[in-house]
Every structure is written in C-alpha cells, then in structure tokens.
C-alpha cells in the first residue's frame, strides 16, 4: 500500500508545508450529533424551569388552631383547612385585623399582598374583625363575595347559601350582578342562582322580613306594597336598596315613604332612583348612613 502522504503531495493544490503531517499526527475527532445537542439543551431548559417553579413564594397567613384546648401554630395557605368537631382556627390578617374560624368550616387563602388579602370559605363560619381600607378584605363563598369596608362580621355558608351578619361598620355582598351594602344591625344573603337579598334589620319585623323576602325570590309587588307600609324609620337602608329594583310603577310610593324618613338630596329627580351608582342615589345613600333614628317606643 502506498503512504497516504506521498499521494496526496501528487494533488495540484498544495496546503501549507507541513499541514498534512500535522493532521496525520492528530486523533481523530468524534462528530457532534446534533439531536444530542437539542437533547441536552432541552434538559437545560427542563431543569431551569423546575429550579424556577420550585423557587416561586408561596403564600400564607399565620394561624391558631385550638383542637380540645390544646393549640398549635400552623399558617392558612391556598390548601383547604377543614376543622374537625371541637377545632377553630384564628388567623392573622398581616396588619388590618384578624379571622375566627368555627368548627365544621372548609377555608383557604386565596391572595394575600399589599393590595388584597383575600380568603374562600367553602362551608361552616366565620368571624371577622378587619380595620383597614375599603375592599382591602374580601371573602369569596359559593354563592357570593363579602367585600369589607371597615367592620365586624359572622359570615355563614351552608348548602342552601351564604348569611351575612354586620355588628359594626359596613360590607358589601356582591354576586350575581347585584350589590347590596350591610350596615351595622342588619343582615342579608345569597343563595344558588340568586341574587344577594336585600338587607334588613335584625330588630325588623317578621312581617317585614317575610315580604323582603317574597319580592327578593319572586317579585312579588303585593310584598313590596307591603314593605312599604310595614318599614319604620329604622329600616331606611332597606328601602334605599329597594329603590332600583322595584318596578317603575311603585318606585313613588317607596321615594315618598324614605323622604319621610331621610330627605333625598338637593336637586333630587325620581328618575335617579333607577340606578343605585347615581350621584344622587350616592348622595341619599350617605345621609342614610349619618341618619340615627329615634327608638321605636314600646307600647
């Protein structure tokens, strides 16, 4: 066999002298594949975004349970909290307040930031006291949102839906394309597919409250005439809340009943009652707020 150097220095085109020595002398290089190069590229890629997710903070709120008198320290995450029979749960809202939790209750956190702080209570109850912001504090429940404004609050969810109960201060309920606000002493729900109800006084009637309800669930104008007739200066709140979802026919009688016990704004027209968000409605709604009836004399 012929030395592979000597036939190549026959070529026409001679390298550099010395060059075909140089690369005789050297081992041979192994070709790069390049699905290998993707492949490991790939992996890369893999192993930087599970150092990412696994790094991403989580969230959580600084909690109490108390099971048969014996505490522990634990904190309320995005997992569902379920308290068994004799357990209640006491959880830190940074620095605006704080949550009771009943026995029986399915609770978790949802957001919890400067912005927000915000917790789902699935079932059972809770209590809450909050000083803070308006809406900086909301709890969401299957079929409504609590939405705090400064206050003090039992929050109750059950099959058939959520009650609210304010005993200082204001919340708003929110769902179903309705919003209604509950001030101190007055109650209202939400129920599957229903808007939240209208609120009422814990004092009031149990006329009252049974009409509230029949135009609520079936808009029953027979209800609402009754309402009308049965509200005492107490339950101005209710019948400001009445004013944008009453047909347009019994809106007047309603307007002249809550002048007699709040008189509507300067410049007042009826045609503002249809819409709750109005400057006017507004401007009703706060001398509502400031109004402080005289007790109901007891016969």
């Known amino acids: 066999m012929s030395d592979p150097l000597e036939s190549l220095k026959q070529l026409k085109y001679q390298p550099q002298p010395g060059r075909w020595e140089r690369l005789a002398s050297q081992p041979p290089k ?5 699905v290998l190069i993707v492949g490991g590229l790939l992996a890369a890629a893999l192993v930087a975004a599970g150092v990412f997710v696994g790094s991403r903070p989580s969230i959580s709120l600084p909690t109490e349970i108390v099971s048969n008198g014996v505490r522990r320290l634990t904190a309320l995450t ?5 308290l068994g ?8 809202i940074a620095d605006i307040g704080t949550v009771t939790v009943d026995e029986g209750s399915r609770v978790r956190l949802k957001q919890t930031g400067p912005t927000q702080h915000r917790l789902e209570l699935q079932r059972g109850t809770l209590h809450a006291l909050v000083t803070a912001p308006p ?4 709890v969401d429940t299957p079929t409504a949102s609590a939405i705090d404004l400064g206050c003090a609050y039992t929050l109750e969810v059950t099959d058939a839906g959520s009650r609210l109960t304010v005993t200082s201060g204001l919340v708003s309920l929110e769902g179903k394309g309705r919003e209604v606000t509950v001030l101190a002493g007055m109650r209202a729900m939400s129920a599957p597919n229903r808007r939240p109800t209208t609120p009422v006084s814990l004092d009031a009637s149990a006329a009252l ?7 609520d669930r079936v808009a029953d104008t027979t209800a609402l005439d009754a309402a009308v007739l049965l509200a005492r200066p107490q339950d101005a709140a209710t019948l400001w809340h009445l ?8 809106r007047a009688a309603l307007i002249a009943q809550l002048t007699a016990f709040v008189a509507p704004p300067a410049g007042w027209t009826d045609a503002a009652a249809a819409d709750a968000s109005s400057p006017l409605m507004q401007a009703w709604w706060a001398a509502i707020m400031a109004f402080e009836p005289q007790p109901t004399p007891t016969k």
């Open 30 to 34: 192994r070709r790069s594949r390049p």
């Open 78 to 82: 995005p997992k569902w909290l379920e």
């Open 85 to 92: 029979e004799g357990e209640s749960a006491t959880v830190t």
């Open 135 to 138: 809406r900086l504090f909301v």
């Open 209 to 215: 409250v049974d009409a509230i309800d029949r135009f």
């Open 243 to 250: 004013l944008p979802v009453a047909p347009p026919a019994q």
